[in-house]
C-alpha cells in the first residue's frame, strides 16, 4: 500500500466554522507533511511531523491546529478561516529516521473553499 | 536548501523528448537532486534523485554534470499525459523540510 488518503476530498466551510482535514499512510512512513497550494504556485509547506513530533512550522497562523496523534494520522484543524485560505491542502509521507525523507508520497489533497 | 532556478514553461510534441535544466549554483556536499511531477489538481509524485553522473528509471533519467552546479531531467518520447508541473529539489535527502520552487510548466501537444 503506497497510498496516502485524505478527506474529505471537498470542503466548504464559513469564516466561524470549525473543521478538521484528515490525513492517512499506512507504510510505516515516520515524517508526515501538510502544504497548501494556491492555483498555479508550487505547493507551500505548512508543517512536518517527524516521529509525531511537531518538528517545522513556517510560521503558519495559529487558525491553523495540526495534530498527529498516532504514526499513521495528521490532521489539520481549522478555525476562524479567511476566504484566502481557500487553497488546495495536500498532505504528505515519506520514510524519515534513516531512510530518504525527500522521496515522499503525496496524497491528493483536499480543495478548500472559505466562504 | 539550494536556490534552484528552472525555466517557467516548455512546450513538447508527442514522441519527443523533453529535456528540462536546473541550476543549482549554490549545492552542498550533502545535497541530492531531487524531482517531481505534478498533474492539475493531484498531490506530486515523486520521479527520479540523483547525486551524480547519471540516474535512470523507468519513468526518466537524471543527468548531472562533475561540477554538479545543474542537472537535466530527460524525459523520453513525450505523450499527452507527460503534460505537468516538474519540481527540481535539491537538499540534503535527509532534511525533513522539503520545500518546492517555482517549477517548469511542460506541455505536450499531438
Known amino acids: 500500500d503506497t497510498e496516502v488518503t485524505q478527506t474529505p476530498k471537498h470542503l466548504v466551510m464559513g469564516m466561524t466554522n470549525k473543521k478538521s482535514l484528515k490525513c492517512e499512510q499506512h507504510m510505516g512512513h515516520r515524517a508526515m507533511y501538510w502544504y497548501k497550494q494556491k492555483a498555479k504556485k508550487p505547493p507551500e509547506l505548512m508543517f512536518v511531523?517527524?516521529?509525531?513530533?511537531?518538528?517545522i512550522n513556517e510560521s503558519v497562523p495559529s487558525r491553523f491546529s495540526p495534530e498527529c496523534p498516532n504514526s499513521s494520522l495528521l490532521n489539520l484543524h481549522l478555525h476562524a478561516l479567511q476566504p484566502e485560505d481557500s487553497a488546495l491542502y495536500l498532505c504528505?509521507?515519506?520514510?524519515?529516521?534513516?531512510?530518504?525523507?525527500?522521496?515522499?508520497?503525496f496524497g491528493q489533497g483536499t480543495r478548500l473553499t472559505v466562504v | 536548501l539550494a536556490k534552484t532556478t528552472q525555466p517557467i514553461s516548455m512546450d513538447s510534441y508527442e514522441g519527443q523528448e523533453v529535456n528540462i535544466t536546473c541550476s543549482h549554483n549554490n549545492i552542498a556536499t550533502n545535497d541530492y537532486i531531487t524531482w517531481y511531477q505534478q498533474f492539475p489538481s493531484q498531490g506530486p509524485r515523486f520521479i527520479i534523485q540523483g547525486y551524480k553522473t547519471k540516474v535512470t528509471n523507468e519513468v526518466a533519467s537524471l543527468f548531472i554534470p562533475a561540477d554538479r552546479k545543474s542537472s537535466t531531467l530527460s524525459l523520453p518520447r513525450v505523450s499527452l499525459s507527460d503534460t505537468a508541473v516538474y519540481y527540481c529539489l535539491v537538499g540534503d535527502p535527509n532534511d525533513y523540510k522539503l520545500s518546492f520552487g517555482a517549477g517548469t510548466t511542460v506541455t505536450v501537444r499531438a
Open positions: 504528505a509521507s515519506s520514510q524519515g529516521g534513516e531512510g530518504p525523507v525527500w522521496r515522499a508520497f
Open positions: 511531523y517527524s516521529y509525531e513530533k511537531l518538528s
